[in-house]
């Protein structure tokens, strides 16, 4: 299995934390590396929190996208940047924790490899359907499925990720196989379901908002632990007797050997930025819900993160060769 289907020595260790807390102070610029593309709302999220940083940290912060390996090549350029505060990472905390599940050789430990900063924000994903199977609710779905057994396919935007999991988990649930059809994104997914030729899939809710608002899918379950704030009308999996809880959020990292201080500084700086209204309105407007973490916090979810996912990631025997 090639990575393209899931999404995600330190050499500057020799560096003391006095030199990162000597920079912390005076350093001209700081990278914010996000190692996916441009264009979406992690990459809007970086910027949005680079800008409104800087003059808190009282140097340039800029945001640079090193993409490739389903993140793993811009995660590895900040495990191997020097711990100076001058390279910073922003990722989505499933790829903290799922791709070291996944691979057959973990290329990366999150809790020795990096210094945790602070979570950001958090994304939600929902079980959406055509409305060309009729379903207008997740039980009128279930029992169309049970129905049609021979048609229980589902999209996921790629193999290895939340999605990918919380199917196989709805298919335990439920009790019943299903064809799992990994897509390279939420859009193709989107564009399927429009046109009936999937009967639904799992997905981000900000992608498939638009299109639900206009009629062209339906969302009718999410998965978050409560109802989320902008389809407060869609219940989630749980009020439909699904016992499963699986959002996503993204996270700020620094390379291991960082100065704590530093990244006390910049956890509050963060803080402070994500609480400002209009940070938290352009992030809302994108999908995505502030939250803002110190970095004891970041570590305390993304513990919780890997225990739960773990067993069901090894039940599941998905692995990516490499």
């Not at 969302?219 to 989320?228: C, F, G, H, P």
């Amino acid at each position: 299995m090639d990575r393209r289907n899931f999404m995600a020595g330190c050499a500057g260790l020799a560096l003391s934390a006095r030199a990162g807390d000597a920079f912390a102070q005076s350093g001209p610029l700081t990278r914010i590396v996000f190692p996916f593309a441009a264009g979406g709302g992690g990459d809007a999220l970086c910027r949005i929190v680079a800008q409104h940083i800087a003059p808190l940290l009282d140097r340039n912060v800029i945001v640079e996208n090193r993409t490739g390996g389903d993140g793993l090549i811009g995660i590895k350029s900040v495990m191997n940047a020097n711990p100076d505060g001058s390279t910073i990472l922003v990722t989505t905390g499933p790829t903290m924790y799922l791709l070291p599940m996944v691979e057959t050789v973990p290329s990366f430990n999150t809790a020795k490899d990096f210094v945790p900063v602070s979570q950001l924000v958090r994304f939600e994903f929902g079980v959406v359907a055509s409305p060309t199977i009729g379903a207008k609710d997740f039980k009128q779905l279930v029992a169309w499925l049970k129905a049609n057994p021979d048609k229980a396919t589902y999209g996921v935007p790629s193999n290895g990720t939340i999605p990918h999991f919380t199917g196989l988990k709805l298919e335990e649930a439920l009790g019943m196989k299903m064809t799992r059809v990994p897509y390279r994104g939420s859009a193709p997914i989107i564009n399927d379901l429009i046109g009936g030729h999937l009967p639904f899939g799992v997905t981000t809710i900000a992608d498939a908002i638009p299109q639900h608002r206009a009629g062209g899918v339906r969302i009718l379950a999410v998965s978050s632990a409560t109802r989320s704030p902008f389809l407060p009308e869609v219940p989630t999996l749980k009020e439909n007797g699904i016992e499963l809880v699986a959002d996503a959020w993204y996270g700020m990292w620094l390379p291991a050997g960082s100065s704590p201080v530093f990244a006390k500084k910049l956890s509050e700086a963060v803080a402070k930025a994500l609480a400002k209204p209009e940070v938290r309105e352009k992030l809302l407007a994108i999908g995505l819900i502030p939250v803002g973490s110190t970095p004891e916090g970041l570590t305390q979810e993304l513990a919780a993160n890997t225990a739960f996912w773990q067993p069901i990631v090894k039940a599941s025997g998905y692995k990516i060769t490499n």
